[in-house]
């Protein structure tokens, strides 16, 4: 009877007290965890087998069940006290990546030892007190397990462990449906919960050191590509914008689809007269930036592993880009995406690649709204033109538009000015209604900013392309209906659905060029175009790319004809920078990431206060409609009226001390992040 008591204790009482001692610490917020296991039946139930394992491990090492549930206790409190803390300075939960890259790993420990506050304090004790209640109330008679007994728990944990990590030979991920968030870590944590989210993440950690890599063999490729090529354009320092438009393809690929009217017919037109062809991207229907990072780092992500997040895994230290590069040249660097500034880490990943800005969503003064909640993408082009308006220097401009994101079955207030005919589904005519409507204004979103630079002065590149093909509803719903995608394995099948629309326009070059390259190689393209010098790197992507334009998913190298190990050099060089030693650069690391980053258009500035009619009048620079007046660094509710000037009520019994108290204007983002704050200052000073 004893033996099943304890059984019972260690298989469903004692796991479901560690686990939801470590949802409570993590999420600081006990509704939410009530309402998990209702909500997210599937992932409480695996986070559940996961502690019963934990459990089953500390049982078979200690032998006995109190003393095992006690530093098991200690263990997993301990790891959720440490990512909350992380969580609330750092906005992620802990990471398998925080504890082997080492600049993570020592912010953690920062953290953990600069802010023990008053609910670290509260756990600790209470985790001691649960101790000694244990050890003095909890059973004199101690029931030491035997050596059987113990197998049976370790197998038991590696069977649990193995079906989470490895989803065999019990199919949990599948069974239960589990994904992991990479894309915001916060929310994976929510919906897996803490230690489960944590496990799923193992699966991005290893990047193994490829053979061969030794500081001698990475000089020796290094000297093999160390020839510069000559500039096209000495001098000459263009204007350069990057436009990654949503989902940007041709639908009228389709075969047997008909559309009432052409919805890229200034893209077309343009590639006629211009530089053009198609970009090979890495993913298909989603994970953006995942051709993000190849196109502005020249790192493929066919070197990492399978359905990795490159944004949210590696990209946490400073990594040379095309950002980087040219603003070792002059360059003025911003990026611009009208979306939230967290979405796939971007407001911390851009300050790695050396921009020295980023304006997102939050910064867009009162745009115009499409399909319920996107920056319609002429919003974008206007940003863009003011932005190279503003700066004295070259600029480098690397845009990320979203209007015509999915799901296709949000439509336009407005209808849709493009029909489609065809053997298709009405579902799968509306989608592509939807869709072709977004192309539209993305081609006339294009056509205001190549008008504009035509008249400019200033000799300017524009880039134009997709970041993957639209996902047209589930399954490959369209593609399938019309028998574009049949899924026969080919690797024309597999170009088809990974090549996307490429426009390489200037108002000084004149040279048209047929493109048709692997979307890593194209800042080396475009770098070599302009004239302009490379890095070491840069230009070894330069030849590289004359010798293997493509790379497809490495299933699909043989079918290619290409061979694996042509990628031999390129794989050691991307190792080196973004997991190595960064041989590469001899001892002589170039500088990346910009000490005067900031988030926004340009700084937020106060520069005058007045008070009248009950009123606190803000004037100054930058704003935007989503600011809050601050008083004593409280918020108050704020008016926007323009960009210069913000005003507050201010109740009758703060009026008082209004003189005296401190003024300063915050932005928040809409998970209560900080993004720019603007000098503080006080009434009665402005006023002397």
Request: aromatic content about 14%.
């Amino acid at each position: 009877m004893k033996k099943i008591k304890s059984y019972l204790l260690t298989f469903l009482v004692l796991p479901l007290i560690l686990l939801s001692l470590v949802e409570i610490i993590q999420r600081a917020d006990l509704l939410s965890f009530a309402a998990w296991p209702f909500t997210r039946t599937g992932e409480f139930t695996v986070s559940f087998l996961l502690f019963v394992a934990i459990l089953c491990i500390g049982a078979a090492i200690l032998r006995e069940l109190k003393l095992a549930f006690f530093v098991s206790l200690i263990i997993t409190s301990l790891f959720a006290l440490v990512s909350s803390l992380k969580q609330m300075f750092l906005k992620e939960p802990l990471l398998p990546w925080d504890f082997v890259l080492g600049k993570e790993t020592t912010d953690i420990v920062n953290y953990f030892t600069d802010f023990i506050n008053a609910q670290v304090v509260f756990y600790l004790v209470a985790i001691i007190l649960l101790g000694v209640f244990l050890f003095r109330f909890w059973g004199k008679k101690v029931y030491r397990y035997s050596w059987l007994e113990r197998i049976l728990f370790i197998f038991l944990a590696c069977l649990i462990l193995s079906s989470i990590c490895l989803n065999r030979p019990l199919a949990l991920k599948r069974t239960f449906d589990l994904e992991c968030v990479t894309w915001d870590q916060k929310l994976n944590a929510q919906q897996n919960g803490l230690l489960l989210s944590f496990c799923l993440n193992l699966q991005w950690l290893s990047v193994q050191e490829p053979e061969g890599y030794q500081p001698e063999k990475i000089r020796e490729i290094i000297e093999d590509y160390n020839e510069q090529p000559a500039w096209s354009n000495p001098g000459i320092k263009p204007n350069i914008i990057i436009i990654m438009n949503e989902a940007f393809w041709d639908p009228c690929l389709l075969p047997g689809v008909s559309f009432s009217r052409d919805p890229l017919p200034f893209f077309r037109a343009l590639q006629k007269e211009h530089s053009g062809g198609t970009l090979m991207v890495p993913v298909f229907g989603g994970a953006t930036v995942n051709t993000e990072f190849e196109v502005l780092t020249g790192n493929s992500t066919q070197f990492l592993p399978g359905g990795s997040i490159a944004y949210a895994q590696y990209v946490r230290q400073p990594v040379e880009s095309l950002a980087s590069v040219l603003a070792g040249q002059g360059y003025y660097t911003a990026a611009i995406h009208s979306y939230h500034n967290w979405f796939y880490r971007r407001n911390e990943v851009f300050r790695n690649l050396g921009f020295s800005k980023f304006i997102s969503s939050e910064f867009f003064v009162n745009p115009q709204i499409e399909r319920y909640c996107y920056i319609a993408d002429h919003e974008v082009s206007d940003l863009i033109i003011e932005e190279v308006q503003a700066s004295r220097d070259p600029s480098f401009i690397f845009a990320v538009t979203m209007q015509n994101h999915g799901p296709y079955g949000f439509g336009y207030e407005k209808g849709s000015e493009i029909k489609v005919s065809g053997d298709l589904s009405d579902d799968g005519k509306y989608y592509l209604e939807v869709y072709a409507q977004g192309l539209l204004d993305a081609d006339r979103a294009l056509r205001m900013l190549v008008e504009h630079f035509e008249k400019d002065t200033q000799p300017t590149i524009i880039v134009f392309f997709g970041d993957h093909l639209p996902f047209l509803g589930e399954n490959y719903q369209v593609y399938r209906e019309v028998g574009y995608y049949q899924e026969d394995g080919s690797y024309e099948e597999y170009r088809k659905m990974y090549s996307v629309p490429l426009l390489f326009w200037s108002n000084y070059l004149t040279e048209q060029e047929e493109i048709n390259l692997n979307a890593s190689y194209l800042g080396a393209y475009l770098l070599q175009r302009a004239g302009l010098k490379g890095s070491p790197y840069f230009q070894f992507l330069q030849a590289k790319a004359e010798e293997v334009p493509l790379i497809p998913n490495r299933a699909f190298c043989q079918k290619a004809a290409i061979d694996p190990s042509v990628f031999g050099d390129y794989q050691l060089l991307q190792y080196d920078l973004l997991f190595g030693e960064k041989y590469l650069y001899q001892g002589e690391s170039p500088e990346i990431a910009q000490a005067d980053y900031f988030l926004g258009r340009g700084q937020m500035i106060i520069e005058d206060l007045q008070f009248k009619d009950g009123f606190l009048e803000v004037k100054g620079a930058n704003f935007v409609p989503d600011c809050q007046i601050y008083l004593k660094n409280k918020a108050l509710e704020t008016n926007f009226i323009s960009e210069r000037k913000l005003t507050a009520f201010i109740p009758e019994k703060k009026r008082r001390q209004l003189a005296e108290l401190p003024v300063q204007v915050k932005l928040t983002d809409s998970l209560r992040n900080l993004l720019a704050e603007s000098n503080c200052t006080i009434l009665a000073k402005m006023l002397k």
